[in-house]
Every structure is written in structure tokens, then in C-alpha cells.
């Protein structure tokens, strides 16, 4: 069964059904019309000027029911009360409940400017690829949304880039940096490097045993012959030997270190409204 409630007979109808139990599909309006079969309960303006007004009720927390006796499933009200302690503290709005605790619903819109990752490869509800296209190639009021935030010309592009906090002194949009880095001899450790050289330079040096102009024990002067006796001959070897001995290492090619992490791939969106 149907029913159609004017707005204008509702008391009275109240008051005589007040005595009966109704199952029947019901609609309140201030005219009379069809019925959504699919509703319950069916509310109506034709002057489309008119809201549903719910239940205002202070909560006290959102795990306690009160002022209700106990939480019920599917309990929709509004909240008029700041009250309880965070988490569990409950601010103005509606709420439902899920059977164990009061649930604020709301909807978090992204503000002009907002950056977000997604598996999205595309532009989508507001949300544009920062793949550093250049602006003229957006609609007219993502252009000027787009310059407000000082992208006048080109978004940046994001690609194989890591998002950074601004230091103060640098341009917001701006690339930067390297995902890789060489290392500099003034990057390496103060080390001392120790080493033996092989025999390769071996040598000998000669030096003369009679300096003088005179035989001096059965040797001639200038000649380069042992002594004739056991007499020791006490002399130092001409500068002419002197030499260095050049040690060799074996050293990196200079290949640039990578300094990625392990990383999962998303694309990067800016929002710039529809």
C-alpha cells in the first residue's frame, strides 16, 4: 500500500493512524504525485525550496552513544557540540554510526595547488600531470590557476624526480639536484698509502778508491780497483747515482654512484580544479 501525505493534513493524519501499526510506502509532500517504489520513505517540495532537517543532538565522544541509550547501526544525526578528547573528540556536523561508534562525515576537497602520486596516467578530475607541457596547452581556467601558483609558462616536470621541501632560497617548481654522484679525491678519506718496491731496480754504484794523485797502497790514483791490502779505505760515492723509485696503485674509474633507494613508480598530479 501507498501513501501519500500532504504536508498540510499531516497532523491529522497522524493523529488518526497514531492507534495503528502502517506498512505501506510513504510520502510526504506539499502536493500530491507519484511515489519512488524504490523508497521507504519518499520527501518532497515541488517548489524545490525546502530541506530535510535532521535530529540535532550534542555528542559527547565518538565512542560513547550518549545522549542516545546505545549505539545503533545506520543512526544518522547532527552534531551541535565540541566536545571529548581526541581521538575520540567530535566537532560540528553530521555523523553515523556503525554499530560501535559515532562516524563524522565529511569530504576533504583538494585546494588549488595540492601535489598528489597515483597509478593515474592521465589528467582526471582536476588532478593534471606534472610532465612539464607548457601551460598554453591547458583549458582557460587551469591556465590562470596555474599562473597564480607561478607556473605562467611551463609545469614542472616530474619525471624520475623526487619531491623536496623548500630550503628558503630556492624557487619552488624548480628542478634540482642528480641521482648520481662521483666521488672527488677531496671526498676521500686522509689516509696514509704504504708500499714496497720490487727488484726490478736493482743497481750497483761505483766509486773511486784512491781520490789522490799519489799510489796510496799499490793503487793508482783514479783508478776504480780494490785496495791491494787489508787497509780500509773509508770514501763516499759520487752524486751521479742519485735516483727516485715511482710506486704505482691501482685506483677506481671514477663510475658515478647512484644514489636511488628502492622505489615503487607513481606519476606525480597537481590540482588544478575543473
Do not use: C
Amino acid at each position: 500500500m501507498i501513501k501519500i501525505i500532504n504536508v498540510n493534513k499531516v497532523i491529522p493524519l497522524i493523529l488518526f493512524t497514531s492507534f495503528y501499526d502502517i506498512n505501506a510506502q510513504v510520502k510526504i509532500s506539499n502536493s500530491s504525485g507519484v511515489i519512488n517504489t524504490e523508497s521507504v520513505l519518499h520527501l518532497e517540495s515541488t517548489s524545490n525550496n525546502k530541506g530535510f532537517l535532521l535530529t540535532r543532538i550534542t555528542l559527547q565522544s565518538t565512542n560513547l552513544p550518549a545522549p542516545l541509550a546505545s549505539h545503533t547501526a545506520g543512526m544518522i544525526v547532527y552534531n551541535t557540540a565540541t566536545a571529548g578528547t581526541s581521538p575520540n573528540n567530535v566537532t560540528p556536523g553530521l555523523y553515523y554510526n556503525n554499530g560501535t561508534s559515532w562516524v563524522k562525515l565529511s569530504t576533504k576537497k583538494p585546494q588549488i595547488g595540492d601535489i598528489k602520486n597515483g597509478f593515474q596516467s592521465a589528467d582526471h578530475n582536476g588532478w593534471y600531470l606534472l610532465n612539464g607541457r607548457t601551460v598554453s596547452t591547458l583549458a582557460v581556467n587551469q591556465r590562470a590557476r596555474a599562473a597564480s601558483l607561478g607556473f605562467s609558462a611551463i609545469l614542472p616536470d616530474a619525471t624520475d624526480r623526487y619531491l623536496k621541501n623548500t630550503s628558503g632560497s630556492d624557487n619552488i617548481g624548480t628542478p634540482s639536484g642528480s641521482d648520481t654522484f662521483v666521488l672527488a679525491q677531496a671526498n676521500l678519506p686522509n689516509v696514509t698509502f704504504t708500499g714496497t718496491t720490487d727488484t726490478t731496480g736493482s743497481h750497483t754504484h761505483t766509486y773511486t778508491d784512491n781520490p789522490t794523485n799519489s799510489t796510496t797502497n799499490g793503487v793508482a790514483a783514479g783508478t776504480n780497483n780494490p785496495v791491494s791490502n787489508a787497509a780500509s779505505v773509508n770514501d763516499t760515492t759520487a752524486s751521479s747515482g742519485a735516483h727516485t723509485h715511482s710506486l704505482s696503485f691501482t685506483l677506481g674509474s671514477s663510475q658515478a654512484v647512484s644514489l636511488k633507494p628502492d622505489n615503487i613508480i607513481t606519476n606525480v598530479f597537481i590540482y588544478l580544479g575543473n
